[in-house]
């Protein structure tokens, strides 16, 4: 999973920062989508801005305000959520304000019309984590560049919208480029700053992120407000799910759904050739089976497996894993009913069950949302892989029983 309730986070000097007054907007794309527009203004102790948010249905206006420390540490941020309808139609929909402390993190707010309260321990300060909002990587490589002599740190961050704490690696790579990544990964996202440590672009493709953003002068908020609303995207990557039976076999398969979004899929920066891929998005693809299955000549015992695949121009590999729940340390943790389930970056070689070989066909059009599916064949079925031009599957039967 990208969150985590404890982590152990190298705390940051409280060296002064140089006071300062900038202004921009950022645009965020997934592919040819709009995802998220931002517009900020920061003074040494103020950070101030407007959001436009689709990957929410309907649309979402966010305006934010945040206090800045000497040393650039954010001590309160406070934002509103505003839905977006046609028409003009508006609807409050979320207010809530963060207080940073050096140990705990509090947030308190309102939801519709309900109200809520937490605090969180965040040992050693937590800076706010917010998505798509680019204003704040910007505090977070000041708080990087201003540890002195190190070009790379660890940050606690905490998201604002369910108080998750997570860590991020920051490196400042050199006075116009910086890299932020999950302390676990060893993709990150890439940022290319000017020398006053404005980003200017950013590049998650290589992440399982996928975003990119670009700064630009100005934006037109208003204008957007009227173009945007109306028109969410919802969620970027869907669930969706298979459920069938299939020569007496009870099989279920859940999934996330990606969609094209006028990017080549196949053997670029969205699934590389030979690399393993999560076959969907977000959490692992679950495979559940009621009775034994022959798939690729193994027997698979009923159960439930996550489903990979290692996709090449030569050919492609289904794996079948037998990890289903979120990576574990301790007997107690790997014991605890409530562990997550896998998220699908979370891939572990070691607990694969079986690695069989799929037919590749080439479609006559494309696919633009991926999607997966079971079907009959003769005594057996066909799972099912399509996206882009292609076409990946794999054949299966019930394995016979036993005779006496």
Same mark, same amino acid.
């Given at each position: 999973m990208r969150s985590a309730a404890c982590l152990l986070i190298a705390c940051l000097a409280p060296t002064q920062l140089p006071a300062q007054s900038t202004s921009g907007a950022f645009v965020v794309t997934l592919g040819k989508d709009t995802v998220a527009v931002e517009r900020y203004a920061r003074t040494a102790t103020t950070l101030t801005g407007d959001m436009i948010v689709r990957n929410n249905a309907p649309v979402v206006w966010r305006h934010y305000s945040a206090s800045l420390a000497a040393d650039g540490r954010v001590t309160r941020y406070e934002y509103t959520n505003t839905r977006l309808f046609t028409g003009g139609v508006t609807q409050p929909a979320l207010h809530l304000v963060g207080t940073f402390k050096a140990d705990t993190t509090a947030f308190a707010g309102t939801f519709l019309d309900s109200a809520f309260s937490l605090s969180v321990a965040t040992p050693g300060g937590a800076m706010p984590l917010v998505n798509y909002s680019y204003a704040l990587y910007e505090l977070y490589f000041a708080r990087a560049q201003a540890t002195a002599g190190n070009a790379q740190t660890t940050l606690s961050l905490i998201s604002a919208g369910d108080a998750q704490l997570s860590a991020?690696?920051?490196?400042?790579?050199?006075?116009?480029? *910086?890299?932020?990544?999950?302390?676990?990964?060893? &993709?990150?996202? /890439?940022?290319? +700053?000017? %020398?006053?440590?404005?980003?200017? #672009?950013?590049?998650?493709?290589?992440?399982?992120?996928?975003?990119?953003?670009?700064?630009?002068?100005?934006i037109d908020l208003e204008a957007l407000k009227t173009a945007f609303a109306g028109r969410p995207l919802g969620r970027l990557s869907p669930p969706d799910s298979v459920r069938?039976?299939?020569?007496?076999?009870?099989?279920?398969?859940?999934?996330?759904?990606?969609?094209?979004?006028?990017?080549?899929?196949?053997?670029?920066?969205?699934?590389?050739?030979?690399e393993?891929?999560? *076959?969907?998005?977000?959490?692992?693809?679950?495979? &559940?089976?009621? /009775?034994?299955? +022959?798939? %690729?000549?193994?027997?698979?015992? #009923?159960?439930?497996?996550?489903?990979?695949?290692l996709p090449s121009p030569s050919g492609?590999?289904?794996?079948?894993?037998?990890?289903?729940?979120?990576?574990?340390?301790?007997?107690?943790?790997?014991?605890?009913?409530?562990?997550?389930p896998l998220w699908g970056t979370d891939y572990n070689a070691d607990s694969d069950f079986v690695r069989v070989d799929m037919q590749v066909d080439k479609l006559a059009a494309p696919v633009e949302q991926y999607v997966m599916s079971v079907t009959p064949q003769g005594t057996g079925g066909v799972l099912k892989l399509e996206w882009e031009t292609t076409r990946a599957w794999v054949a299966f039967a019930k394995k016979a029983a036993r005779s006496p």
């Open positions: 991020r690696v920051v490196r400042v790579v050199r006075p116009d480029s *910086a890299a932020v990544g999950f302390t676990d990964e060893t &993709t990150a996202t /890439a940022f290319r +700053l000017d %020398g006053a440590g404005h980003i200017l #672009a950013v590049d998650g493709r290589a992440t399982s992120e996928k975003f990119t953003a670009l700064r630009v002068a100005t069938t039976t299939i020569g007496g076999a009870s099989i279920a398969i859940d999934y996330g759904r990606p969609s094209m979004r006028g990017r080549k899929i196949f053997g670029d920066a969205v699934v590389p050739w030979n393993v891929w999560r *076959a969907g998005a977000n959490a692992a693809t679950r495979f &559940t089976t009621s /009775a034994d299955l +022959l798939i %690729g000549g193994t027997t698979v015992p #009923a159960g439930t497996y996550t489903l990979f695949t492609w590999k289904l794996i079948l894993s037998k990890q289903t729940k979120a990576p574990c340390k301790t007997a107690a943790e790997c014991a605890d009913p409530r562990r997550a």
